[in-house]
């Protein structure tokens, strides 16, 4: 199993009332499965991924990747388990406005060498992108865009892949190239949890769950 | 991909932010190299200015000893002959006069040692137009007695209507040569100002003795005469040249009386003397000076580091605020805290290496232009390191805390917002 996730919770405490955005989540994502968590805004998915992505502690409960606790680890040791454990896609993109296409995906490499380079033009070219690698994100539509930031999510080949609604703001057929991608990364052997609330994911996905009010709700 | 290289990108993408950010640095360093560089013009030019008056003092040193060596050379001196009974003891004293026959008198005795002679007149006068006393001095120039080629005479004759004035009078009254005065109602015009030559002669109207004689009412009279530049072979010349004359003119008797050369000697050294203090003076005040420029300094340069520090902090704060989506993805993507937080103090040494060199330049150049370049030294190899190292130090202080504050940032926090 990829990914293990035991009873979590969590709570964010603000300056208002305290919200409770998961409640005793458990789920697990094998490797070559593609896992889409479905639910309506405010539903904990966002938490859920961040958490899973050893980005956001939980309150309560375990989660392991490949078997160990990134929130065991210290600050530096989990920055590298991200960077070679988990990819990341968002709905915002979030490119690097100043750099061009090829330094967008280098980013993310773990190992600053030519191997890296060439695996980043592979990614590129896959995708369609090979003619636009010095072009700066300012210049792509949203489509290109997004799949600069698959590019990058999949440069060190992770096991875990962590989307949060990568096809919200794209059109039909760029949402089918994106989630066609996440399709064939899972068949690649590894592990995709995909959060969306759009319906058109569910034909891909291996197997839904559905995300209300912090509580999986199982079909 | 290197920090370095997604740091230079990051510089050219917000280029105005960047440029804010340096100007704090170049104004902060700039400001020191002037002050610095003030500072040594400034003891570049002291020591210009106090050389200047070392050369004066020794200049003054050595036209003093110029003078007493020439005047030990020709060993001269003057006599002064007057009336055998005048003792010359209290200025009320009644003048006894002599005739102005003696004159003749000795110049066909030729004495040898005796080259010329300056018969006189002369009294204190109350003068009435200008409300003063004056000693009114009426002389027909030097008589030569022997070798009457040999010397341009020291004092010249004065023509009638004409009057050489004392520098105590001719400063207080403000005469030039050419001028008109009137002296108990006769009109003169100053052929002549002298410098300062002694008390009393400073005090003196010099005229024709003619003159002298019809306005003190002493017709073919003198009061005395001066034995200009004697000479002596030898240690007894002054008592053979006092019997000379007393056996030509046995109604005088001789005194000695300070030469020319010797008035100007003491004068010399006075100056010297003078110049000297005026040079303590100057090493003093500019001393002084330097103290005070100093103090300056030492409130400005800190003040103005601490304000280029802020303004640095806050622009480099702006710029991680600015950056919060951009720094959370990085952290995301597998970016340590270390990594990000060089990130920021990369620019911040790239601020300080850019802003120490131009704040280098524009320091040195904002006063080379006013004051000129000979005047500044423009590649001074430690100041120039100072500056770069300096600036770098206070824009990495600067940036220090909104380094640290990006690197801790919370990328969860910052997604979720985004």
Redesign the interface.
Known sequence: MVLQVRQIGKTYRGSGKAVRALERVSLDVAAGELLVVQGPSGSGK??LL?CC?A??APDDGEILVEGLSPYTLN??RR??????KVG?V?Q?F?L????DVL?NV?????E?NSASRERAMHLLERFGMGDRLGHVPGELSVGQRQRVALC??LL?DPPLLLADEPTGNLDTDNARVVLRALRDYAESGKAVLLVTHEEKALSLAHRTLQLKQGRLVYP | ??TT??LL??I???KAMFIAGLLAVVLSVGVAVGSVTLLRAFDRQTESILQAKQDEVKHAWAQYRDDVRRSMLELGFNLLIVHKDQTLSTPDEETRYLPEAHVEKLRRAKLATINHVLPFLQKRIWWEEKKRWVTLYGTPGEVQINNPAKQVPMVRSIPPGHASLGRGIHESLGLHPGDRFVLTGREFVVQDTRPAEGFQEDEQIRVSLNEAQQMLNKPGLITGLMAINCVCEDPRGLANIRRAISAVLPDTQVREHKGNMVVRAEERSRAARETEASLQREHRNRAQLRTRREAFNAVLLPAVAVVAAVWLGLVTWMNVHHRR??I???????????RVFGLILGKAVVTGVLGGGLGYVGGQLALAIPLGFSKIQMFEIRLILASLLGAIVLAVLASWLPALHASRMD??VV??Q?
Request: glycine share 6%.
């Open positions: 966002s938490t961040l992505g980005l956001l600050r530096r920055a590298a388990f991200r960077a070679q990341f968002f915002q979030h690097i406005p100043y750099l330094d280098l980013a993310a490499a773990v600053r990058r999510a060190n | 991909m290197r290289r997604l990108r990051e050219f993408h917000r989506g951009e959370a993805i990085l952290r995301a993507i597998g970016w340590t805290d270390g990328p969860a997604l979720q985004e």
